[in-house]
């Protein structure tokens, strides 16, 4: 089982971008997802979370300006990014509890990285 994420790039302050993890292995399901990011010299933190049973989790700092959300049918998650700010800028993780034929547990993907000039 793999996690990519992808979709990162550099925007300018108040642009959108969307980040996608997509899943790939021989998996039954995905049951919880998340996106973390860490800026530099800082913490990683959870940016928005979501379960299988549909249910979204955000950080303060996003709520209204973020939305994560899933294709089953792509085994893929994703994170639509909107009004941008620099304080927005990070490398951005995915995460997810994932149950597969070789088992379930956590997985990450490589971090993609976001940067919103000003």
């Known amino acids: 089982v793999q996690l990519q994420a992808s979709g990162g790039g550099l925007v300018k302050a108040g642009g959108s971008l969307r980040l996608s993890c997509a899943v790939s292995g021989s998996i039954f399901s995905i049951d919880v997802a998340n996106w973390y990011r860490q800026a530099p010299g800082k913490p990683r933190e959870l940016v928005a979370g979501s379960t299988s049973s549909g249910n979204t989790n955000y950080v303060d700092s996003v709520k209204g300006r973020f939305t994560i959300s899933r294709d089953n049918a792509k085994n893929t998650v994703y994170l639509e990014m909107n009004s941008l700010k620099p304080e927005d800028t990070g490398v951005y993780y995915c995460?997810?509890?994932?149950?597969?034929?070789?088992?379930?547990?956590?997985?990450w993907g490589q971090g993609t990285q976001v940067t919103v000039s000003s």
């Open positions: 995460n997810a509890y994932i149950r597969a034929s070789s088992g379930n547990r956590d997985y």
